[in-house]
Nanobody
Framework: QVRLVESGGGSVQAGDSLSLSCAASGRIHTYYTRGWFRQAPGKEREFVAAISLVGATNYADSVKGRFTISRDDDTLYLQMSDLKPEDTATYYC????????????????WGQGTQVTVSS
């Protein structure tokens, strides 16, 4: 059983930076991948970034070069820079036994989410 709690969201202006955290408790190290997803109002939840147990990373094309995913033992991070209004969403972290999947059905133990709002 893994429990994930996101934090760090807020309201910023376009071009600003923001850092999200996802604190994990439980058997986090049994999962190979930790990831970030986001969901805007009226849209499906979409993949943002993921990091493997050995540090490999994967990003959605829309955030490459602007977002950086990292982790330490128990916490997952998402450093977001040059934020755009289209980045506005609720951001969720989750874990997966698989690598290279961007499918929400391959991830589980979802946190409650943290809201990011970017104004133009």
């Amino acid at each position: 059983q893994v429990r994930l709690v996101e934090s760090g969201g807020g309201s910023v202006q376009a071009g600003d930076s923001l850092s999200l955290s996802c604190a994990a408790s439980g058997r986090i190290h049994t999962y190979y991948t930790r990831g970030w997803f986001r969901q805007a109002p009226g849209k499906e939840r979409e993949f943002v970034a993921a990091i493997s147990l050995v540090g490999a990373t994967n990003y959605a094309d829309s955030v490459k070069g602007r977002f950086t995913i990292s982790r330490d033992d128990d916490t997952l991070y998402l450093q977001m820079s040059d934020l755009k209004p289209e980045d506005t969403a609720t951001y969720y972290c989750a874990v997966s036994e698989y690598w290279n999947s961007k499918d929400t059905t391959d991830f589980g133990s979802w946190g409650q989410g943290t809201q990011v709002t970017v104004s133009s």
